[in-house]
């Protein structure tokens, strides 16, 4: 099933939820999160989706419809590095000859990014206050539906409730100087984070399953110019393997997100650790970025400049 937070009308009501039959969202009643309905192997979700398909509580056509982000407000946000084509070219910012580290194969790396900083697919993107080298970073995340400690990777996917698109966004300039002093990221990705446009459920996946992931294609693109594409089965560690790692010693709870990391080609620190600087110009308001990946969806956003103050 493919599910949904929109925003309800009135405008000061509360965001509802539906599950996509279609072009069509077929309304859960008033009061349901889709956080609500985890916290087990996916019966209490798909259970409510059916009931919405049998009798909604309203059906509004998907076309014009305000959506949110699917989990608005997860307890914690993971991202991983789990593309190698994306660290190769990354890493060679920092020189031409710099090359992987051993250290990222032994495990998938990941830090702790901002939740209260989650935006919905419709939100515009404002530039991070005193930064001029602004990036996007092409993702896919795995929302937790199952909570769990020391999850053995044998187990670890039936803790997933679904898939949706993540976009990092990231000033690069605040990240590289703050990460001389060997912490971060930290200013350098904390002020937005989209999510969206649609919780799919693996079962809608389950036909392109191949290797760690799915052979379906990522594209990222800047003013309709596509300036990369992957596909998402070519990370280096699973959605298993992360799971593994990041409950290891401590737990992961219903509405936790678990980005997999920037795809091959899905940001632009890539292109410029490649090209040089100069291959591609960094965001600026005004710009749009649309980030894609087969079966879940698309998600255009607008950057704008930071609110004044």
């Given at each position: 099933?493919?599910?949904?937070?929109?925003?309800?009308?009135?405008?000061?009501?509360?965001?509802?939820?539906?599950?996509?039959?279609?072009?069509?969202?077929?309304?859960?009643?008033?009061?349901?999160?889709?956080?609500?309905?985890?916290?087990?192997?996916?019966?209490?979700?798909?259970?409510?989706?059916?009931?919405?398909?049998?009798?909604?509580?309203?059906?509004?056509?998907?076309?014009?419809?305000?959506?949110?982000?699917?989990?608005?407000?997860?307890?914690?946000?993971?991202?991983?590095?789990?593309?190698?084509?994306?660290?190769?070219?990354?890493?060679?910012?920092?020189?031409?000859?710099?090359?992987?580290?051993?250290?990222?194969?032994?495990?998938?790396?990941?830090?702790?990014?901002?939740?209260?900083?989650?935006?919905?697919?419709?939100?515009?993107?404002?530039?991070?206050?005193?930064?001029?080298?602004?990036?996007?970073?092409?993702?896919v995340a795995a929302v937790i539906g199952l909570g769990g400690r020391?999850?053995?990777?044998?187990?670890?996917?039936?803790?997933?409730?679904?898939?949706?698109?993540?976009?990092?966004?990231?000033?690069?300039?605040?990240?590289?100087?703050?990460?001389?002093?060997?912490?971060?990221?930290?200013?350098?990705?904390?002020?937005?984070?989209?999510?969206?446009?649609?919780?799919?459920?693996?079962?809608?996946?389950?036909?392109?399953?191949?290797?760690?992931?799915?052979?379906?294609?990522?594209?990222?693109?800047?003013?309709?110019?596509?300036?990369?594409?992957?596909?998402?089965?070519?990370?280096?560690?699973?959605?298993?393997?992360?799971?593994?790692?990041?409950?290891?010693?401590?737990?992961?709870?219903?509405?936790?997100?678990?980005?997999?990391?920037?795809?091959?080609?899905?940001?632009?620190?890539?292109?410029?650790?490649?090209?040089?600087?100069?291959?591609?110009?960094?965001?600026?308001?005004?710009?749009?970025?649309?980030?894609?990946?087969?079966?879940?969806?698309?998600?255009?956003?607008?950057?704008?400049?930071?609110?004044?103050?």
């Amino acid at each position: 099933m493919r599910f949904v937070t929109y925003a309800a009308e009135p405008a000061d009501a509360t965001d509802r939820v539906g599950v996509l039959d279609g072009d069509r969202i077929h309304a859960l009643p008033p009061g349901t999160t889709l956080r609500g309905l985890l916290g087990d192997d996916g019966e209490r979700l798909h259970a409510a989706g059916e009931q919405a398909l049998r009798d909604p509580h309203e059906v509004v056509a998907l076309a014009g419809t305000r959506l949110r982000a699917p989990i608005p407000d997860p307890p914690t946000v993971r991202d991983f590095m789990t593309f190698e084509q994306h660290v190769e070219g990354a890493i060679k910012l920092a020189g031409p000859d710099v090359g992987v580290p051993e250290r990222w194969y032994a495990a998938p790396a990941f830090y702790f990014t901002n939740p209260y900083a989650v935006l919905g697919p419709h939100d515009d993107v404002p530039v991070p206050p005193g930064s001029t080298l602004f990036d996007l970073e092409l993702e896919v995340a795995a929302v937790i539906g199952l909570g769990g400690r020391d999850v053995s990777g044998a187990d670890a996917e039936r803790h997933i409730a679904g898939y949706c698109l993540l976009n990092d966004w990231s000033a690069r300039d605040l990240q590289f100087a703050e990460m001389e002093v060997r912490l971060g990221p930290a200013k350098g990705k904390d002020t937005s984070l989209t999510l969206g446009p649609m919780l799919v459920t693996p079962d809608e996946l389950a036909p392109y399953r191949s290797g760690t992931a799915f052979d379906l294609e990522m594209t990222a693109a800047i003013n309709d110019e596509v300036i990369g594409t992957d596909r998402w089965n070519s990370m280096h560690f699973s959605y298993a393997d992360m799971i593994e790692y990041a409950s290891r010693g401590t737990e992961i709870r219903p509405g936790d997100i678990l980005g997999s990391g920037t795809s091959g080609g899905g940001c632009l620190a890539e292109l410029w650790g490649r090209k040089g600087l100069d291959a591609h110009p960094p965001l600026r308001p005004g710009d749009t970025v649309t980030i894609s990946v087969e079966q879940l969806g698309s998600v255009t956003s607008r950057i704008v400049e930071y609110p004044a103050r």
